[in-house]
């Protein structure tokens, strides 16, 4: 058995072997019927530890970044499927395979066929047209019948089985494939053994005893379990009534066989309720795995080994195709024009697109000589127009009488009578049957009569056709220029709530843009041209026209300055054309409009740290990068530590620094560090290995920087030390210098550093630091950390680590309170001196929260502690450590105001509880 695939290049028009060019699809259990709805081990890939604590009824789909949930509480396939479709151009997911990549995060947890399939098994498969399901049941078909016995294609030989193949069960299976389009006239209140001896007469069995004998056969088989029964296309009966009909018949199949069904998602839920006792799968998005084995799997198929690695680092990596990719039609286009060697890295998303509808019109094969001729400006504005309605309408989709309706309204603008070769329903059954341009989604009921459903074959091509209907002209509106109506449609945009998980315990959300249109703008800029010599494209404006006026005003709310900040990062990532200077306004609104969040960890959890991360590996990178550090070197205290903070997430790269590697990473940045090097250059190397020295710690949280060798550690402490005495216009260096010793000495944790012992002049740099009032309140606070676990005494939280289990106990009443031991305060009057005078200064509260850890790790408590350890300890965005640091020093300061404080913060979050 043989599948064709929209794929030429190489090999012309010939038919692909499935199992050469088969992919494993990525399956979402979405319904399951079985008790407690509980996922058995078996049911998920066993390379992803995370997804045995999954569940059918809310299933989670890592979709990106390590604590990025996209979370599907839904049973509804039309409901989960809603949010796949969204998601595939949603600026909600962002660029996350080469983030997903760089972190070594796991794929998303989703189960394969082979797992679900099984004796008796019955299965629905629902998912968008071009998305695997007919080619899935074909690789089924094809398999039991390669495996099978009697089969002429049967062999023992052992290496010709793919590994798909290998990972299906174990079984002799005789397949019996119905597809439903050959089943439109018959009566589907029949039995199924009278649908089968129906489909082996469209199969060519035109004799009736040879039909009927072949028919008892495969119905005594199925009596015995020996038939694997598959159903492509319930969707494609037209009428809802028919459709329920044979959902009905199907499901009241009693033969112990195993049973798979295919359906489109549109109007599924018309028969969901027939098929209950089904299990219910989406097809999932295309992860980078599935797109590797088909990069790989072509390449070997057409001899061609060297094409595996392009090939694949461009379907799998490449921001630009990222979305088409994620679907199997879409990425054998991509694929092809990857083949022809036209690809450029000054390529924009829309120029893909464009391509990519050029060769689904050059080279669908055409069954109807009205269509031989295909002109481009006969099909496309029509497409354009239509594009534009929908998006107007806020739907992915329409009935097919809205489309002739639209075309229709099309052709009265006297502006297309050059371009009305087709009447409208012509240019429908073109687009329709012959291209594929647009695509029927499903049925549904309009007037007690079922009515298709036509959507674009995906849903980012509406909104690419929509924008060139922007750029070109065809939303007549008479008096609304390009600019205008962008700029109508820039402020039409809903603002909505986007989670934030941190530590997988803690949601906070963000504000994004999340209207209809962004996509649409994204394209419609990305495709405008420069200004140049005084002259300007055909649709009057620029790029930079456009660009700048997505940035916020200072008048406009914070709340949606943040959301059009990220809005216009994220369209600066199509690289449109747009001069240096646009670039450096985006960058700037963006660093204006920092918050907490950004950049909070080596992960990028807002959507303003991955489209920063996706902007560094732009062609914009490297005016990013200078405009970012020129920020970080020209402002201070909080909005320095936020930019230093996301421009280290966002230029993270290269190897997680250890032993071996040492030497390779930290003498580059330590040469960059010295002073004969510009202010840039040496706030780079130093936030470099502040980065270095962070991650290492946080990607491995049991590991301390006590393995850089002898000769490499006294200098590297020594040249941070040594720069952290500069300031005035220096003091961004100084403030990144000692933001990296501190994660090179773990100051942020509650242990002493033992790899280096600090001499007295070392110690007395870090005092003087502390001391100086005209530094930046953030290195004066990382200098009072370092001083605080420099010593060699054992830390007051160390010491009450066996007190703090022992209050554990007394708190569960299964121990009863007594006295604990005094704690020994640490004597080092030089550092508590300092430290003291710092707390008492005019510093922002978040520094002062961490002077007041240090005081508390060498036993100093004074009254002007205690705020700032509350706000500490009811901080969540804090580790847990941090907290129970500040937990800890407040009840060894004791007195009424900590337990008036406590007791409010107990009953507080008692109450809180109550209410949900």
């Given at each position: 058995?043989?599948?064709?695939?929209?794929?030429?290049?190489?090999?012309?028009?010939?038919?692909?072997?499935?199992?050469?060019?088969?992919?494993?699809?990525?399956?979402?259990?979405?319904?399951?019927?079985?008790?407690?709805?509980?996922?058995?081990?078996?049911?998920?890939?066993?390379?992803?530890?995370?997804?045995?604590?999954?569940?059918?009824?809310?299933?989670?789909?890592?979709?990106?970044?390590?604590?990025?949930?996209?979370?599907?509480?839904?049973?509804?396939?039309?409901?989960?499927?809603?949010?796949?479709?969204?998601?595939?151009?949603?600026?909600?997911?962002?660029?996350?395979?080469?983030?997903?990549?760089?972190?070594?995060?796991?794929?998303?947890?989703?189960?394969?066929?082979?797992?679900?399939?099984?004796?008796?098994?019955?299965?629905?498969?629902?998912?968008?047209?071009g998305c695997g399901k007919t080619t899935l049941l074909r690789f089924l078909a094809y398999s039991y019948f390669d495996?099978?016995?009697?089969?002429?294609?049967?062999?023992?030989?052992?290496?010709?089985?793919?590994?798909?193949?290998?990972?299906?069960?174990?079984?002799?299976?005789?397949?019996?494939?119905?597809?439903?389009?050959?089943?439109?006239?018959?009566?589907?209140?029949?039995?199924?053994?009278?649908?089968?001896?129906?489909?082996?007469?469209?199969?060519?069995?035109?004799?009736?005893?040879?039909?009927?004998?072949?028919?008892?056969?495969?119905?005594?088989?199925?009596?015995?379990?020996?038939?694997?029964?598959?159903?492509?296309?319930?969707?494609?009966?037209?009428?809802?009534?028919?459709?329920?009909?044979?959902?009905?018949?199907?499901?009241?199949?009693?033969?112990?066989?195993?049973?798979?069904?295919?359906?489109?998602?549109?109007?599924?839920?018309?028969?969901?309720?027939?098929?209950?006792?089904?299990?219910?799968?989406?097809?999932?998005?295309?992860?980078?795995?599935?797109?590797?084995?088909?990069?790989?799997?072509?390449?070997?198929?057409?001899?061609?080994?060297?094409?595996?690695?392009?090939?694949?680092?461009?379907?799998?990596?490449?921001?630009?195709?990222?979305?088409?990719?994620?679907?199997?039609?879409?990425?054998?286009?991509?694929?092809?024009?990857?083949?022809?060697?036209?690809?450029?890295?000054?390529?924009?998303?829309?120029?893909?697109?464009?391509?990519?509808?050029?060769?689904?019109?050059?080279?669908?094969?055409?069954?109807?000589?009205?269509?031989?001729?295909?002109?481009?400006?006969?099909?496309?504005?029509?497409?354009?127009?239509?594009?534009?309605?929908?998006?107007?309408?806020?739907?992915?989709?329409?009935?097919?009488?809205?489309?002739?309706?639209?075309?229709?309204?099309?052709?009265?603008?006297?502006?297309?009578?050059?371009?009305?070769?087709y009447s409208p329903e012509e240019w429908y059954d073109l687009v329709l049957s012959q291209i594929g341009l647009l695509?029927?989604?499903?049925?549904?009921?309009?007037?007690?009569?079922?009515?298709?459903?036509?959507?674009?074959?995906?849903?980012?091509?509406?909104?690419?056709?929509?924008?060139?209907?922007?750029?070109?002209?065809?939303?007549?509106?008479?008096?609304?220029?390009?600019?205008?109506?962008?700029?109508?449609?820039?402020?039409?945009?809903?603002?909505?709530?986007?989670?934030?998980?941190?530590?997988?315990?803690?949601?906070?959300?963000?504000?994004?843009?999340?209207?209809?249109?962004?996509?649409?703008?994204?394209?419609?800029?990305?495709?405008?041209?420069?200004?140049?010599?005084?002259?300007?494209?055909?649709?009057?404006?620029?790029?930079?026209?456009?660009?700048?006026?997505?940035?916020?005003?200072?008048?406009?709310?914070?709340?949606?300055?943040?959301?059009?900040?990220?809005?216009?990062?994220?369209?600066?990532?199509?690289?449109?054309?747009?001069?240096?200077?646009?670039?450096?306004?985006?960058?700037?609104?963006?660093?204006?409009?920092?918050?907490?969040?950004?950049?909070?960890?080596?992960?990028?959890?807002?959507?303003?740290?991955?489209?920063?991360?996706?902007?560094?590996?732009?062609?914009?990178?490297?005016?990013?990068?200078?405009?970012?550090?020129?920020?970080?070197?020209?402002?201070?205290?909080?909005?320095?530590?936020?930019?230093?903070?996301?421009?280290?997430?966002?230029?993270?790269?290269?190897?997680?620094?250890?032993?071996?590697?040492?030497?390779?990473?930290?003498?580059?940045?330590?040469?960059?560090?010295?002073?004969?090097?510009?202010?840039?250059?040496?706030?780079?190397?130093?936030?470099?290995?502040?980065?270095?020295?962070?991650?290492?710690?946080?990607?491995?949280?049991?590991?301390?920087?006590?393995?850089?060798?002898?000769?490499?550690?006294?200098?590297?402490?020594?040249?941070?030390?040594?720069?952290?005495?500069?300031?005035?216009?220096?003091?961004?260096?100084?403030?990144?210098?000692?933001?990296?010793?501190?994660?090179?000495?773990?100051?942020?944790?509650?242990?002493?550093?033992?790899?280096?012992?600090?001499?007295?002049?070392?110690?007395?740099?870090?005092?003087?630091?502390?001391?100086?009032?005209?530094?930046?309140?953030?290195?004066?606070?990382?200098?009072?950390?370092?001083?605080?676990?420099?010593?060699?005494?054992?830390?007051?939280?160390?010491?009450?680590?066996?007190?703090?289990?022992?209050?554990?106990?007394?708190?569960?009443?299964?121990?009863?309170?007594?006295?604990?031991?005094?704690?020994?305060?640490?004597?080092?009057?030089?550092?508590?001196?300092?430290?003291?005078?710092?707390?008492?200064?005019?510093?922002?509260?978040?520094?002062?929260?961490?002077?007041?850890?240090?005081?508390?790790?060498?036993?100093?408590?004074?009254?002007?502690?205690?705020?700032?350890?509350?706000?500490?300890?009811?901080?969540?965005?804090?580790?847990?450590?941090?907290?129970?640091?500040?937990?800890?020093?407040?009840?060894?300061?004791?007195?009424?105001?900590?337990?008036?404080?406590?007791?409010?913060?107990?009953?507080?979050?008692?109450?809180?509880?109550?209410?949900?």
């Amino acid at each position: 058995m043989e599948v064709g695939l929209l794929i030429q290049q190489q090999v012309g028009s010939a038919d692909f072997p499935i199992e050469d060019l088969y992919i494993d699809l990525p399956l979402l259990l979405t319904y399951d019927p079985r008790p407690d709805s509980v996922l058995l081990e078996t049911d998920v890939e066993q390379d992803n530890p995370s997804a045995r604590n999954s569940t059918t009824n809310v299933q989670r789909v890592e979709q990106s970044t390590l604590r990025q949930i996209f979370q599907l509480e839904s049973t509804d396939v039309e409901q989960v499927h809603q949010q796949f479709r969204d998601s595939f151009t949603s600026a909600l997911r962002f660029d996350r395979s080469p983030i997903r990549h760089l972190l070594q995060q796991p794929e998303p947890t989703v189960c394969k066929i082979s797992s679900q399939l099984a004796s008796e098994a019955r299965l629905v498969i629902v998912g968008d047209p071009g998305c695997g399901k007919t080619t899935l049941l074909r690789f089924l078909a094809y398999s039991y019948f390669d495996k099978h016995p009697l089969s002429p294609l049967h062999t023992e030989d052992s290496t010709r089985i793919s590994e798909n193949q290998a990972a299906l069960p174990d079984q002799s299976w005789i397949p019996v494939v119905l597809f439903c389009r050959d089943l439109l006239a018959t009566d589907f209140e029949c039995s199924l053994s009278h649908l089968i001896e129906y489909q082996l007469q469209k199969l060519g069995y035109h004799a009736n005893e040879p039909r009927r004998l072949l028919t008892d056969l495969l119905e005594q088989k199925m009596s015995e379990g020996q038939v694997l029964l598959l159903v492509d296309g319930l969707d494609e009966i037209p009428s809802s009534r028919k459709r329920r009909q044979l959902a009905q018949l199907i499901a009241n199949i009693h033969e112990p066989i195993p049973i798979v069904l295919t359906s489109r998602v549109f109007g599924f839920n018309t028969i969901a309720d027939s098929l209950r006792s089904f299990k219910h799968i989406n097809v999932a998005p295309l992860r980078g795995s599935e797109k590797k084995e088909f990069a790989q799997n072509f390449a070997k198929f057409l001899g061609k080994a060297s094409l595996s690695n392009a090939l694949e680092s461009f379907v799998c990596s490449d921001r630009r195709v990222a979305t088409l990719c994620e679907n199997v039609f879409p990425l054998t286009l991509i694929t092809q024009l990857a083949l022809q060697d036209s690809i450029s890295p000054r390529d924009r998303r829309g120029d893909f697109y464009r391509r990519a509808v050029d060769l689904m019109i050059k080279r669908r094969p055409i069954s109807d000589d009205r269509y031989v001729s295909k002109p481009n400006n006969e099909i496309l504005p029509h497409l354009e127009y239509l594009a534009y309605q929908m998006r107007l309408d806020g739907a992915q989709h329409w009935q097919e009488s809205q489309v002739i309706e639209a075309i229709e309204e099309f052709y009265a603008n006297k502006a297309t009578s050059r371009i009305q070769r087709y009447s409208p329903e012509e240019w429908y059954d073109l687009v329709l049957s012959q291209i594929g341009l647009l695509t029927i989604a499903g049925t549904s009921i309009r007037d007690q009569m079922d009515c298709d459903e036509v959507q674009f074959f995906h849903q980012s091509f509406q909104e690419y056709f929509a924008a060139q209907a922007l750029l070109n002209g065809r939303i007549f509106s008479e008096g609304v220029e390009v600019l205008q109506r962008l700029h109508q449609l820039v402020h039409e945009i809903e603002i909505a709530e986007r989670k934030v998980d941190f530590w997988g315990l803690v949601t906070k959300t963000e504000p994004v843009t999340a209207g209809y249109w962004q996509e649409v703008i994204r394209f419609c800029i990305g495709s405008l041209p420069r200004r140049k010599d005084g002259k300007f494209g055909k649709s009057g404006i620029t790029a930079d026209d456009a660009m700048l006026m997505l940035l916020p005003s200072p008048l406009t709310a914070e709340r949606e300055a943040r959301a059009l900040s990220i809005f216009a990062l994220q369209t600066l990532v199509e690289e449109p054309d747009v001069s240096g200077e646009t670039v450096d306004a985006v960058i700037d609104a963006a660093t204006d409009n920092l918050n907490r969040l950004d950049g909070f960890n080596t992960k990028q959890n807002t959507l303003m740290d991955e489209v920063l991360y996706s902007l560094m590996r732009s062609c914009f990178a490297e005016r990013c990068r200078k405009r970012m550090l020129q920020s970080f070197v020209k402002y201070c205290g909080n909005r320095r530590s936020r930019i230093g903070a996301v421009y280290s997430m966002a230029t993270t790269s290269g190897d997680v620094l250890n032993a071996d590697n040492a030497f390779e990473i930290l003498e580059p940045l330590l040469t960059k560090l010295q002073d004969n090097n510009s202010i840039k250059i040496r706030a780079d190397a130093a936030l470099k290995l502040m980065n270095a020295f962070y991650r290492t710690q946080v990607l491995n949280s049991n590991i301390r920087i006590d393995f850089l060798p002898d000769s490499l550690l006294p200098k590297t402490v020594g040249l941070l030390l040594e720069t952290a005495k500069e300031s005035g216009e220096h003091e961004a260096i100084s403030f990144a210098v000692l933001w990296a010793l501190g994660w090179l000495t773990s100051a942020k944790t509650c242990h002493t550093y033992t790899a280096y012992r600090f001499n007295e002049e070392e110690l007395e740099v870090l005092r003087q630091i502390v001391t100086d009032d005209r530094r930046d309140a953030y290195s004066r606070t990382w200098a009072a950390l370092i001083l605080s676990v420099c010593g060699t005494e054992t830390l007051v939280f160390n010491q009450v680590d066996d007190w703090i289990r022992q209050w554990a106990t007394v708190a569960d009443g299964r121990k009863p309170h007594k006295d604990l031991p005094l704690i020994t305060p640490i004597h080092r009057p030089q550092d508590t001196q300092v430290l003291q005078s710092l707390i008492t200064s005019d510093i922002p509260e978040s520094p002062k929260q961490l002077v007041a850890i240090a005081m508390g790790r060498l036993g100093c408590f004074v009254p002007e502690m205690i705020e700032p350890l509350l706000k500490a300890f009811q901080d969540d965005l804090l580790t847990n450590e941090d907290r129970d640091e500040a937990l800890v020093y407040l009840t060894l300061i004791g007195g009424e105001q900590v337990i008036s404080s406590l007791t409010q913060i107990i009953n507080t979050s008692i109450n809180s509880k109550g209410d949900e």
